[in-house]
């Protein structure tokens, strides 16, 4: 028996998905017990499955949806069109059809994924997005199977394949940030405008798909603090790299005491640590669990044929529980009440990025205002001066969310000094 | 309801299972949807039974296999005591008894894998071992389920610790071969017959695991090549540091035009690959694959809790499956005839570390052995001499086993020259 599949779009991914399909044959047939077939595959519009076909594709192109949603020999729907809408839309009436369906969506999946897994229960149908976070890394599947006897304390992940290919260059070629994007541009890793990779944004969405399948949590996207990499300097990443460390973006989940704390910012990461040689476009997540201790799983965060194989795997999952007749159970069952940590209970060191007059006595004021708040400071370096002005890069012992803030404020508020950042420090 | 299971065995690893069960219980049961409960403990004797006691383990301790067999109620025994016998034959007779068996047992696997697999197949039960390959690394699950969608072409693996650990001692403090072992040996990463480790046995039986689960063939022990560590000198580590290289010991099997090789070896790696930062007692597996490209998975190889979370996850996953009542199928259903490759079709370079007499045209004579056999060279080093012999270093391009084969055979039988080390390099 052949098990047909629909695809929505047929962009670069949804083209992988083919591919495998038939390079793979015999071992996905093994795996999923039936042979998969693509019988229909939405697009757009008339011109675009015109231009398809001419470039020599040969799939049943349809140009509404409902010709997917009312072909009873149609189980599962893969949508890769990505943004919100009509994705969105189209899913929903997919599991109201009663079609399993398989997305790479994370955009959608961090913004409305409760809504959709709650009409994926109801209609007792299957929604898997293991290509969401981190393409082509199986690190989803991974935390629900393999990870379920294993109690989660720490994710630190590096999910945002531009920004870091972006700080590769910063610190390999010495490039700035401007010189970095344009060629993570010119090569297609960054969209023209390149926000939701360089603000965090992308990989803060990631951190709260995570935070579900590693901490049992539905953390918002809202809860997800997140910082960028814009305002990262060359100086930034020299320093680090004088003092041990290498300059990532990376987003955390960690359970405290009081409850689950998720962000996304740039982190000073010592250079034996693991993610520190997670360098250009590749992934990689780093898990700390009461079980294992440290694991990682590393790979490429995008393209196509890494994403189309994480879809597929999820395809040949979904097809093997029609064929056990156990289909419909949730992807990641584990849930527990979502509760956000107390600032007070979220510890870390931090780099400081100061200037300040270059005149006597200023690293005593600076030393009085961390030492007001009870922040005791691990290196200072005075970077040099141009007569007028010192530059003071200081990093902490570890201080709590509250001392941070207090810190930054009156840092902020005392005339001469200019803060100028304040990264994370992996190490305590 | 609960699912009730018994282990063999209560050493390290096997006291990691009650730890587990208890501090990850909610998580653990959402997963499984049944509790689970230890009702038998294998243990020697009575005397060993009366130690556990009074060391204030509270379990139902039972001295012979009959009792477990023999109870209706369990469902699933893991096997914890290692060896090939008694293990092999509790394992025989928990199948037969249509028990579920969890095993942690490489060596048995790896020699005895495709005759107990048959047992379980033939009695519909299940025999999983995830903690077989590399500990606390989810490698095999992974492969089977979310690998299922990809061909994977080439396999790495940094799999056996001890050697892992001393060749980290020798890379970055410069010890000896047997200072490192020593320190191995007191620190309890090796034993006092250091052999399986050191020797690349233990590395070669995870090999043959892993070619049935990356491969979907049942390679056997004596199909795979073993060089150990034990030739391993200084010298060898400070020269690949100089040409960007560190040395590890590294498991490969790869698929070839004609079939499959698999080895062990001493491996000059780039700096820059992801396993050349796998350092200490940490393990790391690199699939190379058509879809997803590179990926790697990255944990400890061994350790009791790192082991006791692989064990758990496959107990979790059956007691699963017994809800479903889908129980029954094997771990990995890949399967292929096992197909090996010719010699002429395994290509690589390599490094040679050579002595020569210490006079004019040497190196000429040395080019011309390589020469007849068509091998063209990549480096040549000549790294000081003390008069009478001169020690000169050779990266080869790739060349294949033939070639490798003739080109050593004529070093040894080239009078004057003697022939220190021939390790593998990757990079071409």
Known sequence: MSIKIALLGFGTVASGVPFLLKENNEKIVQAAHSEIEITKVLVKDIAEKERLVA?????????????????????????????????????TRALEAGKHVVTANKDL??????????????????????????GGIPILRTLVNSLASDKITRILGVVNGTSNFML???????????????EAQQL????SDPTNDVDGIDAAYKMTILSQFAFGMTVKFEDVAHQGIRKITP????????????????????????GLAAEVTPTFLPKSHPLASVNGVMNAVFVESIGIG?????????GQKPTATSVVADIIRIVRRINERTVGKAFNEFQRERVLAKPEDVK?????????????????????????????????????TDGNTAHVVIIT????????????????ATSGFKLLNTFKVLGE
């Open 55 to 91: 470039a020599g594709n040969h799939f049943n192109f349809v140009t509404t949806i409902d010709e997917i949603l009312n072909d009873k020999e149609v189980s599962i729907v893969v949508e890769l069109m990505g943004r919100i809408e009509p994705a969105k839309n189209f899913i």
């Open 109 to 134: 999946l961090a913004v409305h994924g409760a809504e959709l897994l709650e009409i994926a229960n109801k209609n007792k149908v299957a929604l898997y997005y293991e290509a969401a976070v981190a």
């Open 168 to 182: 590769t260059k910063m610190l390999e070629e010495g490039w700035s940030y401007e010189a970095a994007l344009s």
């Open 188 to 191: 297609g890793f960054a969209e």
């Open 235 to 258: 100086e930034d990443v020299t320093v680090a790299q004088q003092l041990g460390y290498v300059v990532k973006l990376v987003g955390s989940i960690e359970e405290t005491k009081s």
């Open 294 to 302: 440290e694991s990682m799983y590393y790979g490429p965060g995008a």
């Open 348 to 384: 870390s060191s931090y780099y400081f990025s100061i200037l300040t007059p270059d005149s006597k006595g200023q690293v005593l004021r600076l030393a009085e205002i961390f030492n007001t708040e009870d922040v005791s400071l691990q290196q200072i370096l005075q970077q040099g």
């Open 397 to 412: 012992h570890a201080v709590n969310k509250t001392q941070l803030e207090n810190v930054t404020r009156k840092l902020q």
